[in-house]
């Protein structure tokens, strides 16, 4: 199924004895799984199993965890897991994708200023500021530091 459709992982085509195949179990371990919640295969009109290629790759990983000696439990937790991070780790780029895009439209606006000979405008930095404590003890300001030449 190596097409260039990419839903076509998602087809389920695979009946539940080659789906068992497939992955090394027998086809009462698939039923045990599906009551289990770890797969979820989709159903003809008469109601029989149908096992897309991605399902068949979720239990090649199921396998292959029992087989590292995770119990069912623990086989779902740590797919769970692998949901949630994969989720996060989309958030998390399309986020530095925003990030990107709203820093390159602020160092244009700031060029259009400095173009327009707009100079009432400073770029400021956080690391300009120097923290001395005060001698009485309470909290204080910050001073300008003076930079290297003062």
Known sequence: MADGDPRAR????????VAAELAGVHPQTLRIYERKGLVRPKRTVSNSRRYSERDIDRLREIQELTTQGVNL???RRI????RQVAELEAKVAAMVEEIAAQEARHVAELEALRRAGRHDLVLWS??????EPRRDGRQGRGRRDPGPGA
């Open 126 to 131: 956080p690391k300009a500021l120097v923290h």
């Open 10 to 17: 998602d087809r389920a085509v695979f009946v539940i004895s």
């Open 73 to 75: 439990a623990g086989v």
């Open 79 to 82: 797919m769970d897991l692998d």
